[in-house]
């Protein structure tokens, strides 16, 4: 099994299986420090879904990803505020996924702080949904630019020490993406009748 173009098509996993069509939507869970070998990485979890598969090679696409649970757990200070957001999105290629960003603050803010830095949540994961394709909104997420352009629009609002995208999940899947168990056995056909 190999990541998406996106992040390297690295090998994830290999799983025995006597025909293609089996591995089809089975996920396979990794962390980024598996595919990036950054050892800053290794608190995140990836979770890749198979959507093809032809001969010995499984093509996956990113499911979901997520914090570790520790690492979300060293990131809580006292005297600081939480900001959670949790946003539906579809992205221009018609990936309906739902992503869960996680705000931390020096100290505690108010109310109409906390709403404020919500707002540019929601603005900005608006903004690159429409404007990206599934690929790119991943790996935006989990390789922490969304949360990046979060931070620096929310700083003006509130004094932010950590703004990350906790935990994305993909919901729907346009028509054609993944691939049947029919299809892959109409990619096998050819090649054992012209051997």
């Known amino acids: 099994m190999y990541s998406p173009s996106y992040f390297g098509e690295n090998i994830v996993a290999s799983i025995p299986c006597e ?12 962390t980024l420090y598996d595919i990036t070998n950054d050892f800053a990485h290794q608190s995140i979890k990836l979770y890749f879904l198979v959507v093809n598969a032809k001969d010995h090679r499984a093509d996956t ?8 649970t520790d690492y ?3 990131l809580v200070r ?5 900001l959670d957001g949790i ?4 992205t221009k290629d018609q990936f309906s ?3 869960s960003i996680v705000a931390f603050t020096r ?8 709403h404020g830095v919500r707002q540019v949540m929601r603005q900005i994961v608006d903004e690159k949904a429409t404007a ?5 909104l991943a790996q935006e997420a989990v390789l922490g630019k969304l949360g990046s352009d979060i931070y620096n629009l929310s700083k003006k609002i509130a004094p932010l020490r950590h703004v990350g995208v906790r935990k994305s999940k993909l919901l729907s899947i346009p028509p054609g993406v993944m691939a049947t168990p029919a299809q892959v056995m109409e990619q096998i056909k050819p090649a054992a009748t012209a051997a």
């Open 19 to 30: 025909v293609p069509s089996a591995v089809i939507g089975r996920v396979v869970e990794t």
């Open 61 to 68: 696409i990113l499911k979901s990803h997520e914090y570790a």
């Open 72 to 74: 979300l757990r060293s």
């Open 78 to 82: 006292r005297g600081s505020t939480r």
């Open 87 to 90: 946003f539906n999105a579809t």
């Open 97 to 99: 996924t739902r992503i």
């Open 107 to 114: 100290d505690r803010i108010n109310a109409s702080q906390e």
């Open 132 to 136: 990206l394709n599934y690929d790119q």
